[in-house]
């Protein structure tokens, strides 16, 4: 290994996953109506006919809470070098008695400009990688990502604005999903900062439902 891999400056990137669940219902007469979560005081469960969505992030005790529009579910303290690799578990749930479609989108909602060693302006956002990967059950999840190999091979996206295909969700059903992001081993001093600005990148989770076709 290069002397400049060892000289690395580990980075306390901020990736703070904000979540905005947005929903669309399509009614007889095409119209839209969105709603998103925009004040702290209240949780994340819309009613909308007899719609009921709740988003989770599994915690360290192995507990699943709810998600709100300002929720950091990534941790802010963990220090990003070539070969990290960080985890988030999420759980979508219907509690409502009406099936729906859903999709997620991973959004960059804001970054920093930083300078590396060299003296040339980066975005860190190109030198980190992301997956999402989405499964059944909890134990499904947890078998795709096994070790920290698996979860690497199953983040190889350039970190950018991702949406997923829909998925069906029927009444009382639940999904799970795992946010990944990792730098990659490879990753040399052109993302290595210098001075006193420190990179940053900032993701939004939106989750965007619409009603099943009768």
């Known amino acids: 290994m290069n002397s400049g891999k060892k000289l690395y400056k580990r980075i306390a990137l901020v990736l703070s996953l904000g979540l905005i ?6 009614g007889t007469s095409a119209s ?24 989770s992030h599994k915690t360290d005790d192995g507990t699943y809470e709810e998600l709100d529009g300002q929720t950091k579910v990534f941790d802010d303290e963990a220090l990003y070098e070539p070969g990290y690799v960080q985890v ?14 859903y999709k997620t989108a991973v959004n960059v909602t804001n970054y ?20 999402l990967v989405t499964a059944d059950t909890e134990s499904e999840l947890m078998q795709k990502l096994a ?13 950018n604005n991702y949406t997923t295909d ?15 992001v ?14 006193d600005v ?3 990148v900032e993701l939004g989770l939106i989750v965007n439902a619409t009603q099943k076709a009768e």
């Open 182 to 195: 990792r730098m990659p081993e490879e990753v040399g001093n052109e993302a290595n900062y210098r001075l």
């Open 88 to 101: 988030v578990y999420l759980k979508v749930e219907n509690k409502g008695d009406k099936d729906f479609r």
């Open 147 to 159: 070790d920290r190999e698996a979860a690497k091979q199953e983040a190889e996206l350039q970190l």
């Open 198 to 200: 420190v990179p940053k």
């Open 21 to 26: 669940i947005v929903w669309v219902v399509l």
């Open 112 to 131: 920093t400009i930083a300078t590396n060693v060299y003296g040339n302006r980066f975005n860190l956002q190109d030198y980190l990688r992301f997956g």
């Open 32 to 55: 839209l109506a969105w709603f998103t979560d925009t004040s702290p005081t209240l949780r994340n469960i819309f009613h909308i006919q007899n719609f009921d969505l709740v988003v």
């Open 166 to 180: 829909y998925s069906d969700l029927a009444a009382g059903g639940v999904k799970y999903m795992a946010l990944i």
